[in-house]
């Protein structure tokens, strides 16, 4: 792979991933609306369908990638039980409470997360840097809660769920990369998912979601929005980044990936007709502006 040459197509791709991820809201409110999913309900249907597709491109690609070490088994539970799961539950809560830039920016507080789990876990230094970086992101949290304002409709419990959020987020990095030495991609990806999505089968409350889509009155149409979000909202964007990164180095991917929190922002006020106030948008710049400030100075290292 040559991480040094930067082709307009996989600068292309990059940003196309982190504007489908953007548009997880519009799914996410619209199996709410055409049945009353709860959020651990979506979770499980867009992690089920992801699996299956991805099961089934790992099987035309290769068919010998299914072969993982029993001693790799605790490893594939934290990246689909831990990360996976743990951050699309907290994030589609997130999305249900609060307005859609609040949830998405929440989320990509995952950097920051990544940093402090790698100084604890592989043991980087923390710098002036990262320091200033880290000030920064938490003024933007405190600036995106709306500072206890009763028109931001957003809760300490919120803020903490789109927190984990992000946790989660960061730990797919950490654990991704230990399993990227020993797996393809496509292995990787296939069994997160699967982990993923067995282990939401368990918290989803199986013969109340039969029900909600046996007695939905638009059956085909929900048939084909559940397909839409897996495939638009998962399958899509991961097959796109990965494809990126190969002729776009990661420290520059991360960076174009956070387009993600600017579509979900335009959506949820275009679509949704979200309100922003001036400190929610000062917040958002100031998360963002300290997630360009660690992948920039990762990317000089």
Same mark, same amino acid.
């Given at each position: 792979m040559n991480t040094t040459t930067h082709k307009p197509n996989g600068t292309l791709l990059i940003i196309l991933a982190?504007?489908?991820w953007g548009s997880m809201g519009i799914f996410v409110r619209g199996l709410t609306d055409l /049945?009353?999913? $709860? #959020? +651990?309900?979506i979770v499980s249907i867009r992690l089920s369908v992801a699996a299956l597709i991805f099961t089934f491109i790992l099987f035309i690609k290769d068919s010998k990638g299914f072969r993982i070490s029993l001693k790799d088994i605790p490893l594939f539970l934290g990246l689909g039980l831990g990360s996976i799961l743990f951050f699309t539950t907290c994030y589609f809560t997130a999305i249900r409470m609060m307005t859609l830039s609040v949830a998405a920016i929440l989320l990509y507080t995952s950097p920051i997360w990544v940093m402090l789990l790698s100084l604890f876990l592989f043991h980087e230094k923390? =710098? /002036?840097?990262? !320091?200033? #970086?880290?000030? +920064?992101? %938490? !003024?933007?949290?405190?600036?995106?809660?709306g500072l206890g304002s009763d028109n931001s409709g957003i809760t300490l419990i919120g803020i903490l769920i789109g927190l984990g959020s992000g946790l989660g987020y960061g730990l797919y990095?950490?654990?991704?990369? +230990? /399993?990227?030495?020993?797996?393809s991609t496509y292995t990787v =990806? =296939?069994? $997160? %998912?699967v982990t993923a999505a067995i282990g939401s089968l368990f918290l989803c409350s199986l013969p109340d979601l039969w029900y909600k889509i046996t007695v939905c009155p638009r059956k085909p149409s929900l048939c084909f929005f559940i397909i839409l979000t897996g495939s638009v909202t998962a399958v899509i964007p991961f097959l796109l980044y990965t494809l990126g990164l190969e002729q776009v180095e990661a420290s520059r991917a991360a960076i174009l990936a956070t387009i993600e929190p600017m579509v979900a922002t335009l959506i949820g006020i275009v679509v949704f007709h979200e309100y922003m106030t001036i400190m929610s948008v000062l917040g958002i710049l100031c998360i963002l502006c300290a +997630?360009?400030?660690?992948n920039s100075h990762r990317s000089q290292q």
């Amino acid at each position: 792979m040559n991480t040094t040459t930067h082709k307009p197509n996989g600068t292309l791709l990059i940003i196309l991933a982190g504007i489908f991820w953007g548009s997880m809201g519009i799914f996410v409110r619209g199996l709410t609306d055409l /049945a009353g999913f $709860t #959020a +651990i309900q979506i979770v499980s249907i867009r992690l089920s369908v992801a699996a299956l597709i991805f099961t089934f491109i790992l099987f035309i690609k290769d068919s010998k990638g299914f072969r993982i070490s029993l001693k790799d088994i605790p490893l594939f539970l934290g990246l689909g039980l831990g990360s996976i799961l743990f951050f699309t539950t907290c994030y589609f809560t997130a999305i249900r409470m609060m307005t859609l830039s609040v949830a998405a920016i929440l989320l990509y507080t995952s950097p920051i997360w990544v940093m402090l789990l790698s100084l604890f876990l592989f043991h980087e230094k923390m =710098t /002036a840097h990262k !320091l200033f #970086a880290l000030g +920064i992101s %938490f !003024l933007g949290c405190i600036l995106v809660s709306g500072l206890g304002s009763d028109n931001s409709g957003i809760t300490l419990i919120g803020i903490l769920i789109g927190l984990g959020s992000g946790l989660g987020y960061g730990l797919y990095s950490i654990l991704g990369t +230990i /399993a990227l030495r020993r797996y393809s991609t496509y292995t990787v =990806t =296939t069994y $997160t %998912f699967v982990t993923a999505a067995i282990g939401s089968l368990f918290l989803c409350s199986l013969p109340d979601l039969w029900y909600k889509i046996t007695v939905c009155p638009r059956k085909p149409s929900l048939c084909f929005f559940i397909i839409l979000t897996g495939s638009v909202t998962a399958v899509i964007p991961f097959l796109l980044y990965t494809l990126g990164l190969e002729q776009v180095e990661a420290s520059r991917a991360a960076i174009l990936a956070t387009i993600e929190p600017m579509v979900a922002t335009l959506i949820g006020i275009v679509v949704f007709h979200e309100y922003m106030t001036i400190m929610s948008v000062l917040g958002i710049l100031c998360i963002l502006c300290a +997630i360009l400030l660690l992948n920039s100075h990762r990317s000089q290292q």
